[in-house]
């Protein structure tokens, strides 16, 4: 009896020393001040559990963290390499007290010492990177995978790029990445926004898209040094718009694939073309842009069918505007103005429409039709002027034997010459307004001068008692370069500009 309680006490003295020994061994549940919130101090010797009790280390905090946790770094310089593997909130620049969140006066600075600064690959939950100063890296942020947003930061002084994507549902918005030695951003694959980051002083692309599905929008891209490089390249279909691009040693934009779709940006200061797309182009969308000051074409546009429309350039070394192999081009309500060459060249541009674009002061030509294009195409409401102050190359100039193209509506003057066409081109001209050009056909026209509005200040529009009012033929051109409605009387105006007249009702002040 008393030999079975022995052996009954030693079976439990040995049962409770194993739960202590594998309390002691394995992961002990903790209970934090602030649930779901960890906070890391530069030099700060406590658990990370607690605002009073932070770490000294981003990854130790990391570490302890779950899906949908949040991490607050305080104002300090850490050297560190981060690995971020689930669904978490890196919010850096805090004060010490981790009171006030503001980055730009409490920094929060991640030293990567030549490696990857931060490398993310989320497997569940999203994840958020905000508010740090990323520096000394090979790559300053690398994403590999998951859904991540990376936000108000600043990446500097990386190796190779500022960020770099492989793959993932990614969102970069408002980063500063500067003085990086390659890319700014990298994408490889993914779907990806890149909305409002500024991307400044770079030593290849300011982006470089290779794959994946871009939208690349409301960006500043300067200071893109190296004269081979580009302040956006898309190699795969991708949307670019509302971008400001400007001192770039080659190309503002360059797409080379797919579907380009490229709106409202402001190129100026490019060494190469402002715009240009690859003949690998399928669909190109050039609309609403603004370039001023390329180094060679203002945009050069190729690609199967390719719409160029609303855009405005001016002062480019050679053409304002150049389609080159392509199907299908149509030029729409474009501005451009004081460029090199020609103002439009249609070079081997395929069956081409082009309307209600004002041309003016392109030293070699307004409209050149050359190489080769389709069998019939059109010119309709083009306003062309080849100097304001006197006459200055030729208005329409075709050089492509065995084409017919049909010009209604357009106003040339002050050129040397107005229209030429090599023997063997068919032009059929109706209700076109040639004056002050050295030399003029006369078939199909009207000599009168235009009465432009001011045309040293580049306004061409008409004035109210233009004899261009009221007086072209109908050919469907439903709008203006205004986007005015046309016809607003009874015929459609001759040129560019529908003019729309406005009453206006004085204003009667009565002392009662």
């Not at 429309?309 to 389609?323: E, F, L, P, R, Y």
Request: charge should be negative.
């Amino acid at each position: 009896m008393k030999s079975r309680h022995i052996l009954s006490t030693l079976a439990l003295d040995l049962g409770l020393t194993a739960i202590l020994l594998l309390l002691l061994t394995g992961p002990i549940p903790v209970t934090r001040a602030d649930p779901g919130s960890y906070y890391v101090r530069a030099g700060a010797p406590g658990d990370c559990l607690s605002a009073t009790t932070p770490c000294s280390s981003i990854q130790q905090a990391i570490n302890l963290a779950g899906d949908g946790d949040e991490i607050l770094v305080a104002v300090g310089t850490y050297t560190e390499n981060l690995a971020v593997t689930h669904g978490l909130s890196l919010r850096g620049g805090w004060d010490t007290s981790f009171t006030v969140q503001a980055p730009a006066i409490y920094p929060t600075t991640i030293d990567g010492s030549g490696d990857h600064v931060i490398s993310a690959t989320v497997e569940t939950g999203t994840a958020l990177i905000e508010g740090f100063t990323v520096q000394n890296g090979r790559d300053g942020i690398h994403l590999y995978a998951g859904t991540i947003t990376v936000a108000r930061n600043t990446v500097r002084d990386a190796s190779r790029q500022g960020i770099e994507i492989e793959n993932g549902q990614i969102l970069l918005e408002d980063n500063l990445l500067t003085a990086i030695e390659r890319e700014g951003i990298e994408i490889d694959g993914g779907t990806v926004t890149v909305l409002s980051n500024t991307v400044d002083g770079v030593g290849r692309h300011g982006i470089l898209v290779e794959g994946g599905t871009v939208t690349i929008e409301d960006n500043l891209i300067r200071s893109v040094q190296g004269e081979e490089y580009h302040g956006v390249r898309l190699e795969v279909s991708g949307v670019v718009t509302g971008n400001e691009i400007l001192y770039i040693g080659d190309r503002g934009i360059e797409a080379r694939g797919g579907t380009a779709v490229i709106v409202n940006n402001s190129v100026r200061n490019a060494g190469g073309d402002g715009i240009r797309t690859a003949d690998t182009s399928t669909g190109v969308e050039i609309r609403g842009n603004t370039v001023y000051n390329a180094g060679n074409d203002g945009i050069d546009a190729r690609g199967t069918a390719v719409t160029v429309a609303g855009n405005t350039v001016s002062d480019c070394a050679d053409n304002g505007i150049k389609s080159e192999g392509a199907s299908h081009t149509f030029i729409n309500a474009n501005q451009v103005y004081e460029d090199g060459d020609a103002g439009i060249d249609l070079d081997n541009a395929g069956t081409f429409t082009v309307t209600n674009n004002i041309v003016a002061g392109s030293s070699v030509a307004s409209v050149l039709i050359q190489n080769n294009a389709g069998p019939h195409n059109f010119l309709y409401h083009n306003t062309l002027v080849g100097s304001a102050t006197g006459q200055q190359g030729i208005g329409i100039s075709v050089t492509v034997t065995g084409i017919t193209i049909t010009l209604a509506n357009n106003i040339v003057v002050s050129h040397s010459v107005g229209i030429t066409a090599t023997p063997g081109a068919t032009l059929v001209v109706s209700s076109t307004l040639l004056w002050g050009n050295g030399e003029d056909p006369t078939g199909g026209t009207f000599l009168f001068p235009p009465l432009f509005v001011a045309p040293a200040q580049h306004n061409y529009h008409l004035q109210p008692d233009s004899p261009a009012i009221d007086v072209g033929i109908d050919v469907g051109v439903a709008s203006d370069v205004d986007g005015d409605t046309r016809p607003i009387g009874d015929l459609p105006d001759i040129g560019a500009d529908e003019v729309r007249l406005r009453t206006f009702i004085p204003l009667v002040l009565r002392d009662y």
